[in-house]
């Protein structure tokens, strides 16, 4: 999705800009732009492509000043072009534009503006608020901004610079993310905090509906009548080298390898010394004791983290669980009582399908859990109650930590509900939270032997096909593995229930076919034998990711993938790891970028 910077402060702005916009690249974009005012005029120059084309047409026309904003474009309306690349400005350029969102009544504003007499220059939504804030421009931008918005529907991140106020940026949100850096003499702005890390860790998170007037030394906020808004900063304590590559080749690389110590990250706060589960930040345990049906929504590798959630909730503590994927939650008309607990879960905290469902839910009286990674997200601010993965940010487009930190609160949910339902012995509780103790040191030994997936994946990468296959907590792995592979080698990958294949799916399979079968629920393990042999037998590869010492399907599968013993319902933290090493041996054998999949972005902030 689109991102934002802007910069108002002492030092040159072109470089902070560049610097943060490559910050956000992760975010997924087709072409980038700057706008920086000189000391006589604001000069815009904008690129489509990779930053670097933005940086080379630098290079030849280069901007100095110590105002500016920035934009990476991820295009809805009109296509990747120079022309529709931000900065957009009003006819006479003293008026500059960047935006992240969807300006839904654009075609409206567009047709009154036009008869009024602007003309417009691109296919974008944006360009009729650089039109719109010119003509209330009366000498003051943050009046001109507040009139613009109120005729404005749809989302936005917005940040404007004006030529007749150049010591000034005005910015505002509505269900699009935006924080401002703040330090001595210079703050920032940009869609996340990523962007601003180098140079700040005091930020102010913008909520909905607010107008920001920045200047070098003053943040004020406003609410869309312009009433002044106090706020407070919120402090950033997670270390810089998180949002860098460390030495690995890439950020999915390196977040696949930081699994473990994520997942000590989540569990470890929330063991007592007692050797309980502590979870009182989602709710008191009345409230839990109390729940009678449990409802998950989520998008992507989130939903199939609540799928294991449904699984594990219902076979712990006996809790029936609904699980939806949020863009059809949203449009749908769900039942709930105040019995109800409504489990949203997101990476970002920001998808704009799962903050709808989310709102939708808090309507019908259920009390809202959010698991997500971004401690000031949408998500966390507007939920009931946080839990707050801890995995550090993600940078790669594709998930992995978070998946793997997800399914971590959701066995922590679990297992909690189970304790105060009554429905696990105290015995086999603490079983239980010692073998998820374990858990962390054995995604390491899984990280330690990657040469069979390698070499699987250099001879299987450019298989026309790839099914997944598994049984119960394995298919709901089988899902995310086939998503991983989807997005990053963009290999046609499917999951099926094992048990699905022969009513229908079986017809696809042939030698340009790749299997994996992923077989960690022993009691199933003759049922998954018999599919993987049904499917060799019709000349699919066949890889199977199983226990170590475990030799049931050694003669079946083409090779084999070991995780460590643990429970049955404890392996989706583990076998999703060589799965998510598969999919990016695949994506480097095919020279393929990993982390910037074409046509994803990391935080879908629009429907
Ligand atoms: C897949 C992936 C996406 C996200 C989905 C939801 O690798 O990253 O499927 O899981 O867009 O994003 P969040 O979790 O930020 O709500």
Redesign the pocket.
């Known amino acids: 999705m689109c991102g934002i910077t802007g910069y108002v402060g002492v030092k040159d702005a072109t470089p902070v800009l560049i610097n943060a916009l490559k910050k956000l690249e992760y975010r997924g974009y087709d072409s980038a732009g700057i706008a920086v005012f000189d000391g006589q005029e604001i000069l815009v120059r904008k690129s489509k492509g990779a930053l670097k084309f933005l940086e080379q047409k630098l290079a030849k026309e280069i901007i100095r000043g110590s105002i500016g904003i920035g934009h990476t474009r991820w295009a809805t309306h009109g296509e990747p072009s120079d022309i529709n690349s931000h900065p957009h400005t009003d006819v006479s350029g003293s008026i500059a534009v960047v935006h992240n969102g969807i300006i839904e009544n654009y075609v409206s504003l567009r047709e009154k503006l036009e008869k009024k007499g602007f003309a417009f220059k691109s296919q974008t939504d944006t360009e009729v608020a650089a039109h719109l804030i010119h003509f209330y421009y009366e000498g003051n931008l943050l009046e001109a901004v507040s009139k613009a918005l109120k005729d404005i529907s749809g989302s936005y991140a917005l940040a404007v610079l004006c030529d007749k106020q150049p010591d000034v940026i005005v910015a505002a949100r509505k269900d699009s993310p935006l924080v401002i850096g703040t330090a001595k003499n210079e703050q920032f702005l940009a869609s996340d905090v990523t962007a601003l890390l180098e140079y700040t860790r005091d930020v102010y998170y913008v909520d909905d509906n607010e107008i920001v007037e920045i200047k070098k030394d003053s943040v004020k906020f406003y609410d869309n009548d312009l009433e002044p808004i106090t706020k407070q900063t919120s402090h950033i304590d997670w270390d810089i080298d998180s949002a860098e590559k460390c030495g690995y080749e890439h950020f999915m690389l390196k977040e696949i390898h930081e699994q473990p110590a994520a997942l000590r990250q989540t569990l470890s706060p929330r063991i007592t010394k007692e050797k309980k589960i502590d979870i009182s930040e989602i709710a008191s345990d009345e409230i839990l004791r109390s729940t009678e049906r449990i409802v998950i929504t989520?998008?992507?590798?989130?939903y199939h983290a609540g799928i294991v959630g449904k699984y594990v909730i219902e076979h712990f503590a006996r809790i029936p669980v609904d699980i939806d994927i949020a863009s059809e939650f949203r449009y749908r008309e769900p039942i709930f009582n105040p019995k109800n607990l409504f489990i949203i879960?997101?990476?970002?905290g920001?998808?704009a399908d799962?903050l709808a469902a989310m709102r939708m839910a808090k309507k019908c009286g259920a009390r809202i859990i959010a698991i997500t990674n971004v401690a000031g997200s949408t998500l966390a601010r507007e939920a009931d109650a946080f839990m707050h993965t801890n995995g550090g940010p993600e940078i790669a487009?594709?998930?992995t930590k978070?998946f793997t930190t997800q399914l971590m609160c959701l066995y922590l949910i679990a297992l909690k509900l189970a304790e105060l339902k009554g429905t696990i012995s105290e015995e086999n509780l603490s079983k239980a939270i010692k073998e998820l103790e374990t858990i962390s040191a054995k995604a390491e030994i899984v990280l330690q032997d990657k040469k069979t997936i390698q070499k699987f994946a250099s001879r299987t990468f450019n298989k026309k096909k790839a099914f997944f296959i598994g049984r119960l907590a394995d298919y709901a792995i089988s899902m995310e593995s086939a998503?991983?592979l989807k997005?990053i080698n963009y290999t046609h990958s499917e999951a099926f229930a094992a048990g699905e294949l022969k009513h229908g799916p079986i017809a696809l399979i042939d030698t340009d076919t790749l299997v994996v079968a992923i077989c960690t629920q022993r009691a199933l393990f003759e049922k998954m034998d018999s599919n993987i042999k049904e499917v060799k037998a019709r000349g699919a590869s066949v890889l199977c990711i199983t226990y170590e010492n475990e030799h049931f399907f050694d003669d079946s599968a083409d090779a084999v993938v070991h995780i460590p013993e643990t429970f049955d319902e404890f392996t989706p933290l583990l076998s999703i790891i060589p799965s998510q090493l598969y999919a990016y041996y695949c994506s480097v054998q095919r020279s393929l970028d990993p982390d910037k999949p074409r046509n994803l972005a990391k935080?879908?902030t629009v429907e």
């Open positions: 989520a998008c992507g590798t989130a879960i997101s990476q970002s920001e998808t799962t487009v594709a998930s978070a998503l991983k997005e935080s879908v």
